[in-house]
């Protein structure tokens, strides 16, 4: 892609779990430049997840700016905003240096008993438990964005939905103290929270404004264009996550129901780690789904089904304990059946959560790396029978940022406003040949979620 130069250029960076993403855009969304930066996702045990959070968090953003910069010609950026995944946590030293693990979401060290009524609630609070322990006197408890935002302007400064799924540590005007102390923490050690959009700082020498950015989901879900009753948010990454909108809050037993950015409207979905997680772990046991034979023609009456938790599930079961189960699977199947039963897996996923909303679906909108995948998108088609438009922009959750460091740029003063930079690159159609055989395989696949297994030490 060539650069373009135009006034009012934002950057907008997504801290991920494989990868930093960060996108140039101008006024109208257009993306004039992007970079991406790989970083490595630890599992030093089936139900722990972290980060260097040195190298994904501090060092991953600002070589990630530095390249896109290079990229933009004219004059410099407005601004930059981080968004990033949650939750995650880590210790930093006085100069905001990571010295313990970058815990993330689903990590064992934030386990919670019961239920999570929203995402990600009260996982932070166990995670600076830990943290705390391990670290005790720390210099500050910082999840990704207050790490980046230091790195890049020397503000430890989070978003108001970012501290809220720090509840009760948050209790939505600000650190409580008492919640905190009983983790082994003051609130002096927790990050400044601001406004989503606000101008928290400015990058050293030079006139760029850095904004405050918000939760990966909410950036997305910004610039995503599926804000209709009925329409259906697919967001393909590490985590698979699934938004239906719908005309007002109602609780489904199993799922999330949260405020949609347009009220009175609310979201019903959840997150699966049938995503990008599961994927991923399928091409490191089959080989690079790039090789020739990955999707070789198969007969769709062929094909083996997954039950795809190989680290347990969040929504709708919240059962951290489930396994992975291939079924049905024999000496006639090769790497590519495997392989198309995995995207069917997560095909069924979205399928299921749709059908648990009880919403009536209007249209299927698919953001996030992982559209550039298209055996995936077909999946994804395929298994609910409905087509899947694909945003123009793979780094939605970037994009999205972009968007809010205009509004510390002064450039914009609505978060709604973001939708007009909603844009489809294709439309993705299911396949009439394999409708049938998937339907099959969708009933067996939800009778294999009746029966899950379960890691061995969770049956002693």
Sequence with gaps: MTPVSRNGVTIGIDIG?????????????RVTARVRIPHHVRVPAPNRLEHDADEAWRRGPVAALDQV???????????????????????????????TPGLLYGDERGRVDGDQPLPALGEAAEFLRWTAAEAPGAAGYWPAPAVANHA???EAVIDFATAATSYPLFDGTGWNQAACAERGAAPAQLPRVETIGAAAGQLPGTRTVLGTGAVDALCEQMVAGADRDGEVLVMCGTTLIVWVTIPEARQVPGLWTIPHTKAPKSQIG?????????????????????????FPTIDPRRIPVWSPYIRG?????????RRAVLDGIDLTHGPGALRRAAYEASGFVVRQLIELSGAPVSRIVATGGGTRLQPWMQAIADATGR???????????????????????????????????ACTGRI???????????????????ALGECPSRRPESRI
Excluded: C
């Design 17 to 29: 779990t494989t990868a930093v993403k960060a996108v140039a855009a101008d006024a109208d969304g």
């Design 69 to 99: 910069r290079q990229l933009v010609p004219g004059p410099e950026p407005r601004a930059v905003a981080v968004s990033a995944m949650v939750p995650s946590l880590t210790a930093v030293d006085a100069a905001g240096r990571p010295f």
């Design 152 to 154: 890049l302007a020397g």
């Design 270 to 294: 959840g997150a699966s780690n049938a995503g990008g997680l599961f994927l991923g772990w399928v091409d490191r046991v089959l080989g690079p789904a790039d090789r020739a034979d990955a």
């Design 313 to 321: 599930e969040r929504t709708p079961f919240h059962d951290p304990d």
């Design 387 to 421: 087509p899947v438009e694909v945003s123009a922009v793979a780094e939605g959750a970037a994009l999205g940022a972009a968007f809010l460091a205009r509004m510390a740029a002064g450039l914009e003063t609505s978060i709604a406003d973001a939708a007009r930079w």
């Design 428 to 446: 993705v159609d299911p396949d009439p040949a394999w409708a049938a055989a998937v339907q099959d395989r969708y009933r067996r696949f939800l």
